[in-house]
C-alpha cells in the first residue's frame, strides 16, 4: 500500500509539473514565436542553448544549477541580499530547474507549429487591417491548437519523469522536494519493491495516457484539414 509519504510525493510531482507546464507556455510561447519569425543570423547560437537540455545529463544540469541557487551562487547570494534564503533544496528551486530542463520541450513544437503556419493568413489579415496582436489571437492560436496540446503534455510528462535534476537541486526532503522519481529510488534502495511497483506503475500508464492523447488529437488534427 502506498504510504502518506508516497501520496505526498505524488501530489508535489503534480503541482511541480503543473506550474512548469504553466511557466514554460507563458515564456515559450513569445519565444517560439520570435524564433519561427526572426531572421537574425545568430538565431543558431539561441536555438542550441535551447536544445541543451537533450543531450546534457541531467546530473551536470542540475550541479550547474545548485551552484548558481546556493548560497554561495550569484542567485543564491542576490537573494540573501534581499533577505530571501538560497533557492537550492527549495521547491522554487525545484521549479525554476524544472523549467529549464524542459524548455525545449515545449519550445520546440511550437516553433515548428508557428513556423509551418507561414506568413499567408497573416498578411491576408493584415490587408484586413487587423493589427499585430488581434492577428496572433484570431489566427496563430486557433491554428497552432494542436502544437500547444502537444508542447503542454510533453513539457508535463517530461517534468513528471525528472530525477537527476531534482536529485541535484533539491535532494530528497520529504513534502517539499520528494518528487514520485526520488520516492522510487527510495523504495527500491529500501528494498520495498511493491511501493516502487505501485508508484512506477502510476507513472507509466500517466505517461502512457498523456502520450495516447497528443498522438490521437494530432491524429485528429491531420484528417481534418485535409
Not at 188 to 204: D, I, T
Request: charged share 10%; with cysteine; glycine share 10%.
Amino acid at each position: 500500500m502506498l504510504t502518506q509519504a508516497d501520496l505526498t510525493a505524488l501530489l508535489l510531482t503534480l503541482q511541480l509539473a503543473l506550474c512548469t507546464t504553466a511557466i514554460l507556455l507563458v515564456l515559450g510561447t513569445p519565444l517560439a514565436w520570435w524564433l519561427a519569425r526572426t531572421q537574425w543570423r545568430f538565431k543558431f547560437l539561441l536555438e542550441t542553448l535551447i536544445a541543451m537540455p537533450l543531450v546534457l545529463p541531467p546530473t551536470v544540469l542540475g550541479f550547474y544549477l545548485l551552484l548558481a541557487l546556493g548560497p554561495r551562487g550569484f542567485v543564491g547570494s542576490f537573494m540573501q541580499t534581499l533577505g530571501g534564503e538560497p533557492l537550492a533544496f527549495t521547491f522554487t528551486g525545484l521549479v525554476i530547474g524544472s523549467v529549464i530542463y524542459s524548455l525545449p520541450f515545449v519550445v520546440q513544437p511550437l516553433q515548428d507549429t508557428f513556423h509551418n503556419i507561414g506568413k499567408r493568413p497573416l498578411e491576408v489579415a493584415a490587408t484586413l487591417r487587423a493589427g499585430g496582436l488581434d492577428r496572433f489571437l484570431t489566427i496563430v492560436l486557433p491554428l497552432a491548437k494542436s502544437g500547444f496540446i502537444t508542447a503542454s503534455m510533453l513539457g508535463f510528462a517530461h517534468t513528471l519523469g525528472e530525477f537527476g535534476v531534482v536529485l541535484m537541486l533539491g535532494g530528497n526532503i520529504p513534502g517539499e522536494t520528494q518528487v514520485l522519481s526520488i520516492a522510487i529510488y527510495g523504495h527500491v534502495e529500501s528494498l520495498e519493491y511493491v511501493q516502487a511497483h505501485l508508484l512506477s506503475a502510476a507513472l507509466l500508464i500517466l505517461s502512457f495516457f498523456m502520450l495516447l492523447t497528443v498522438y490521437g488529437l494530432r491524429g485528429r488534427m491531420r484528417v481534418a484539414s485535409m
